[in-house]
């Protein structure tokens, strides 16, 4: 699988920003994919996922409530929607793919990742 994110950029604390990740992955096969993101100085950090259907997402308690995790598996896309973004926000986001279909939270969990994309929000 080959994934391509895309979305990410500078703005101001409040403000709104949504990420994209277009999945290379033949059609009907079983995925969950994740967004992670990695802050300077720290460590890779889990942000969000969604189950291979939709029906299941979940988030790291600092995103809550302002991030939203959305897929289209016709078009083999996953979304990160993000909203009352903070400087702590920060980070290059990256989205990954993980073969067993469910939520995983670990980075290890997943089989294949995207090359990054910078998000900067300026307080």
């Known amino acids: 699988a080959q994934l391509v994110e895309s979305g990410g950029g500078l703005v101001q604390a409040g403000d709104s920003l949504r990420l994209s990740c277009a999945v290379s992955?033949?059609?009907?096969?079983?995925?969950?994919m994740a967004w992670f993101r990695r802050a300077p100085g720290k460590e890779r950090e889990f942000v969000a996922a969604i189950n291979w259907d939709g029906a299941e997402t979940d988030y790291v308690d600092s995103v809550k409530g302002r991030f939203t995790i959305s897929r289209d598996n016709p078009r083999s896309t996953v979304s990160l929607q993000m909203n009352s973004l903070k400087p702590d926000d920060t980070a290059v986001y990256y989205c990954?793919?993980?073969?067993?279909?469910?939520?995983?939270?670990?980075?290890?969990?997943?089989?294949?990742w995207g090359q990054g994309t910078q998000v900067t929000v300026s307080s």
């Open positions: 992955e033949p059609t009907g096969n079983i995925y969950a």
């Open positions: 990954a793919l993980g073969r067993r279909g469910t939520i995983r939270y670990f980075a290890n969990d997943y089989e294949y």
